[in-house]
């Protein structure tokens, strides 16, 4: 990693709870399939020769491997230790070519248009609209021109927008069992997120419901202009 995180002014901090619910099999369990909209994906990127792809925020690997078994060029990045040794451990079991690094969204470790596709499921609106931005800046860097994002955000109709303790605009760290959710998330309305893929052609933005009742994110196929 290029900074210690526990050392900055910074609230992009829930990857510390991801470490820890990644070094247990029960903390892993509800995240090793593969979801459908990025299964679904995979007809699109082949039809628009997309070769070299990044899973930003991996976790344990569940979309790098099911990429990797499709013959792309996969790379994962995390904050979390757990979740690069993990996800390195899978890939060598299995006899599957996945390059994993350990690092920040928000100082991707890769050149200029280094991707044909960003992936960035349920990570990037852990901290403040800063962090979003930021991160968002380094997505579209290293996408080459024409290069597509998928990703999600977290809506302001979701269970926890306004609970807890307010961060920043728009962000609050939930009282709450969940370690994870205790942590700063960022929500926003379909404008703002509008406005925050300023750089990019969105091909598709729904509002979904999430596998738990009132938990609500928006979840996007963009271009990069």
Same mark, same amino acid.
């Given at each position: 990693?290029?900074?210690?995180?526990?050392?900055?002014?910074?609230?992009?901090?829930?990857?510390?709870?991801?470490?820890?619910?990644?070094? =247990?099999?029960?903390?892993?369990?509800?995240?090793?399939?593969?979801?459908?909209?990025?299964?679904?994906?995979?007809?699109?990127?082949?039809?628009?020769?997309?070769?070299?792809?990044?899973?930003?925020?991996?976790?344990?690997?569940?979309?790098?491997?099911?990429?990797?078994?499709?013959?792309?060029?996969?790379?994962?990045?995390?904050?979390?230790?757990?979740?690069?040794?993990?996800?390195?451990?899978?890939?060598?079991?299995?006899?599957?070519?996945?390059?994993?690094?350990?690092?920040?969204? =928000?100082?991707?470790?890769?050149?200029?248009?280094?991707?044909?596709?960003?992936?960035?499921?349920?990570?990037?609106?852990?901290?403040?609209?800063?962090?979003?931005?930021?991160?968002?800046?380094?997505?579209?860097?290293?996408?080459?021109?024409?290069?597509?994002?998928?990703? =999600?955000?977290?809506?302001?109709?979701?269970?926890?927008?306004?609970?807890?303790?307010?961060?920043?605009?728009?962000?609050?760290?939930?009282?709450?069992?969940?370690?994870?959710?205790?942590?700063?998330?960022?929500?926003?309305?379909?404008?703002?997120?509008?406005?925050?893929?300023?750089?990019?052609?969105?091909?598709?933005?729904?509002?979904?419901?999430?596998?738990?009742?009132?938990?609500?994110?928006?979840?996007?196929?963009?271009?990069?202009?």
């Amino acid at each position: 990693m290029n900074k210690n995180i526990e050392n900055e002014n910074d609230t992009a901090t829930a990857f510390m709870a991801w470490d820890n619910r990644w070094s =247990t099999e029960q903390g892993r369990a509800d995240w090793t399939a593969p979801e459908e909209d990025i299964v679904h994906i995979i007809p699109v990127l082949r039809k628009r020769d997309c070769s070299t792809l990044l899973d930003l925020g991996c976790g344990v690997g569940r979309h790098c491997l099911l990429f990797a078994t499709q013959g792309f060029k996969v790379f994962g990045v995390d904050a979390s230790p757990n979740a690069c040794r993990l996800t390195k451990k899978t890939a060598l079991e299995t006899g599957l070519s996945v390059d994993i690094r350990h690092a920040l969204m =928000t100082e991707l470790p890769f050149e200029d248009g280094s991707f044909d596709y960003v992936l960035a499921w349920n990570v990037i609106y852990h901290g403040t609209q800063d962090v979003v931005r930021r991160t968002l800046a380094e997505i579209r860097r290293i996408l080459r021109p024409g290069g597509i994002f998928q990703g =999600t955000m977290l809506s302001t109709r979701d269970r926890y927008y306004g609970s807890g303790q307010q961060i920043d605009a728009n962000t609050f760290a939930a009282n709450c069992a969940d370690e994870e959710k205790r942590h700063p998330h960022f929500y926003c309305n379909g404008d703002e997120l509008v406005s925050l893929l300023k750089d990019f052609h969105i091909l598709s933005l729904l509002l979904c419901e999430q596998k738990s009742s009132r938990s609500y994110h928006w979840n996007f196929v963009a271009v990069k202009l």
